[in-house]
């Protein structure tokens, strides 16, 4: 019981900061003070106590698609364990609605972008779709390796089996879907090399342009909805990348925050060492995403 | 060739009086000047004036000759409403008759794209090349723009506001998906009026209307003010107030170069340099501080010299500071060049190859990048330039790698020359007296500003006053780069062409 709270709690409550260990460490790099840590949840407050300007030529769609995405996030957030414990909502099959899950925040965000009929957004719309493609792939052949590995279909179990079944004899695999997986996380949650999250270029925007017209406590939405999305993407890496428990609730928390903040590390460093990709050269790096988990696939099938 | 008598021959920074322009009709006018830009001159401004009593207006011409560092200056007149373009001889000219065309309310007949160039009225009320109301304001970016048709083509308009604090211009794309056919700019937002200002000068305040026609280029504008107020009242400046006028319009260089090259990381993402070259780009900054007190060089030129001396304690203080700048700024920008995720977007983007550069008159590091070797300082030298030359760098791609490199390799060079000129600045006074300016002269004044040549041309009157003042900024020449840089492009890479041309609107708009 104890555990489904602290379950509910850091998925809601701890995003934002991951933004901001995102920001320090790049602040870093860069020879930079940075936005305070907590800067993220400071925008929140303020976006939550504006008006919304809404245009015209909108209909419901635009209102509706931040409030569905967010709660989709959500949801496929309770089907994600984190660490070792066991996640709040399982059933056979789940991984399905866990995917979909996530489509449906994207068909409703591309959805309000063109609503708005504005030009940057249809074609951030249209670039969102086009990776979102290709980015889907990854996240199935992830599973399927997890899936192959514990044998079940069950989102809960499956990202457990590198804990429970033991990484003997999927090592290869796991490191080839690490990969494949980091990178997703990285087209997801429009980073660099994808996406560039802090450029004011519309032209150069793929996320970010979907969400030009929103404002006030409808914008909050949308970036409170990205960062929880993060935070379950890595919630998902990390079973792969750190399949330990040591048995004590207290510490296996802990372990898992700081595994969570490592992730965010590291993604600042990703976008601190390198230049973002062409767009035309996006998809490359997704397809060869999909090929280290295809590739993963087949060793552990083989 | 074209035989001398055709053409008035002179140098950068020289007066020459009026009557011994040739004057020719508009048609040998054309064959003439379409004849030099074939042999390899460039139109370096391109103009009219009223011609006086007549009612009609004279078109002049300023030729340069990059290779004997010579200018050529030819002029012609034309009545009535109209008069044949020699666009689609000479493509170099095509935006000074469209400038001529709304200055003048004077229509070149058979030009393949007539627009207006900054939305401006026409200087000779009741006239308009476009016939508009004139009782009406003019707004800018009206009227048509090119458009390609097609059930898959869709056009993207960015601006006249944009996302960054930056000038206003408008950008219309036709693309299809994410692929450029077709850019066509639209700016004149920032149209001030400074050239018809400048008329019945010089007064204390055309220094300033120089100093604010283009807020980055403070120093490249006001030196080349200076110098045509300094050849029509045949002032001499000391060597040391060269030296000066030089270390100053190198330093603005640098920043501008500097915050460049930080702004073209920033576009890439790589944000490492983007944060350095910010700062750093403020420590040149702060230099040309210490030479006049502006972080942006205003008041440092006066006509006859310098606004401001530098004393030993100056030089001192300016060699340490260049010398923290120039590891700063080389750790920074190598950094930049040695990463390959950034050399994977500089590279084939935004191509702007040589011919096309001749073809369009393209000046400046865009130019260089191509491999024209293209530098007033080099070709035209005038003042301190003249003692000290500068290596003459260039590339050979045309890209937006070649624009961030050649900028790189001029950071070294100008670090070295002010290093050059500081350790060995020669004695006497900062500043000449200047007299009143000789009537009914012309003068023209070529400076090699950060994007390029500067081109002001003042003619005066039997008073010695401005009867007319033209300048011609390295932006006027490179917009059309820009737009033709982006042909068969991706739309994403447009922010990252954009600013490796680095344009000015006010510039332009003036």
């Known amino acids: 019981m104890i555990n489904l709270l602290v379950h509910f709690v850091l998925m809601l409550a701890m995003p934002p900061l991951l933004l901001g260990v995102i920001n320090k460490t790049k602040a870093l790099f860069a020879g930079r003070k940075g936005l305070p840590l907590l800067q993220n949840y400071y925008d929140l407050i303020k976006l939550a106590r504006k008006d919304v300007v809404i245009s015209q030529t909108t209909t419901w769609i635009f209102v509706a698609a931040p409030v569905i995405s967010l709660t989709g996030i959500v949801m496929a957030g309770l089907l994600v364990p984190l660490g070792p414990f066991q996640s709040p909502i399982s059933f056979t099959g789940d991984l399905i609605l866990f995917a979909y899950l996530l489509a449906v925040g994207r068909f409703f965000t591309t959805a309000a972008a063109l609503d708005t009929g504005s030009p940057f957004e249809g074609m951030g719309a249209a670039r969102e779709v086009t990776f979102a493609c290709l980015s889907e792939p990854v996240l199935f052949f992830a599973l399927l390796v997890l899936a192959k590995m514990s044998g079940t279909l069950i989102l809960g179990d499956l990202l457990h089996a590198p804990l429970t079944v033991g990484i003997q004899g999927a090592a290869a695999s796991l490191v080839l879907v690490a990969i494949g997986m980091f990178i997703v996380l990285l087209a997801e949650n429009s980073r660099i090399p994808v996406d560039d999250p802090n450029t004011h270029l519309e032209l150069t925007m793929i996320h970010e342009a979907m969400v030009l017209d929103h404002s006030g406590p409808l914008l909050g939405l949308i970036l409170y909805g990205a960062s929880v999305k993060l935070f379950v993407l890595s919630a998902v890496l990390l079973h792969i990348l750190f399949p330990f428990q040591s048995g004590y609730a207290l510490l296996d928390w802990s372990l898992f925050m700081v595994e969570m903040l490592g992730v965010a590390v590291a993604i600042g460093v990703v976008e601190s060492i390198m230049a973002r990709l062409q767009m035309r050269h996006v998809p490359y790096l997704l397809i060869a995403a999909i090929l280290f988990c295809a590739f993963g696939f087949v060793l552990l099938v083989r | 060739m074209t035989a001398p008598s055709e053409l008035l021959t002179t140098r950068n920074g020289e007066a020459v009086a009026l009557e011994k322009i040739p004057r020719h009709d508009l ?484």
Request: proline share 5%; with cysteine; net charge negative.
């Open chain 2, 27 to 510: 048609a040998a006018f054309q064959r003439i000047a379409s004849g030099a830009v074939e042999g390899g001159q460039r139109v370096a401004s391109f103009f009219g004036y009223d011609a006086g009593e007549l009612g009609g207006i004279d078109l002049l011409m300023v030729l340069a000759n990059d290779e004997d560092g010579q200018l050529n200056i030819l002029s012609t007149s034309i009545e009535g409403n109209s008069f044949p373009s020699m666009t689609p001889d000479c493509n170099q000219v095509h935006l000074f008759e469209r400038e001529i065309a709304e200055q003048f309310g004077v229509r070149p007949e058979g030009h393949p794209w007539l627009k207006p160039v900054r939305y401006q009225a026409s200087w000779r009320p009741g006239r308009d090349a476009w016939n508009r109301p004139g009782n009406q304001p003019i707004v800018p970016g009206s009227g048509d723009f090119y458009r390609v048709e097609g059930d898959e083509i869709h056009e993207v308009a960015v601006g006249p506001v944009h996302a960054g604090v930056i000038e206003p211009g408008h950008f219309r794309f036709q693309c299809h998906g994410e692929h450029v056919f077709h850019l066509e700019i639209a700016l004149g937002y920032q149209h001030r009026g400074v050239e018809k200002a400048l008329v019945e000068q010089p007064a204390k305040r055309a220094l300033h209307y120089a100093e604010n026609l283009c807020g980055d280029t403070a120093i490249g504008h006001s030196t080349a003010y200076c110098q045509v107020v300094e050849a029509l009242s045949g002032c001499r400046k000391t060597v040391r107030a060269q030296a000066l006028r030089g270390i100053a319009l190198e330093f603005e260089r640098l920043a501008n170069h500097i915050g460049d090259l930080g702004a073209l990381s920033g576009d890439a993402g790589f944000l490492p340099t983007a944060s350095y070259c910010g700062r750093i780009r403020g420590d040149f900054l702060n230099m040309t501080a210490v030479l006049c007190g502006n972080r942006f060089g205003r008041g440092m030129l006066r006509p006859g010299g310098a606004g401001y001396d530098l004393d030993d304690a100056g030089i001192e203080d300016l060699l340490t500071r260049l010398e923290a700048g120039e590891k700063d700024a080389a750790s920074a920008i190598e950094l930049l060049f040695d990463t390959p995720s950034v050399l994977a977007r500089f590279e084939g983007i935004g191509l702007l190859p040589a011919d096309v550069c001749r073809e369009l008159g393209i000046v400046g590091p865009a130019a260089r990048a191509a491999g024209l070797e293209r530098d007033v300082r080099h070709d035209h030298p005038s003042g301190i330039y003249r003692f000290a030359q500068l290596p003459l760098p260039t590339w050979n791609s045309g890209d937006v790698f070649g624009r961030a490199f050649v900028r790189w390799l001029e950071i070294k060079h100008s670090i070295t020359f002010i290093r050059d000129q500081l350790h060995a600045l020669p004695a006497g006074d900062v500043r000449a007296v200047t007299g009143p300016l000789k009537p009914g002269h012309l003068a023209v004044s070529l400076i090699e500003g950060w994007r390029g040549e500067l081109c002001h041309v003042a003619l005066t009157d039997a008073q010695g006053k401005f009867r007319r003042y033209k300048v011609t900024d390295p932006s006027f020449h490179n917009w059309a780069g820009l737009a033709y840089a982006l042909r068969d492009q991706q739309i994403s890479d447009f922010p990252l062409c954009n600013k490796s041309f680095n344009l000015s609107y006010c510039g332009h708009d003036l």
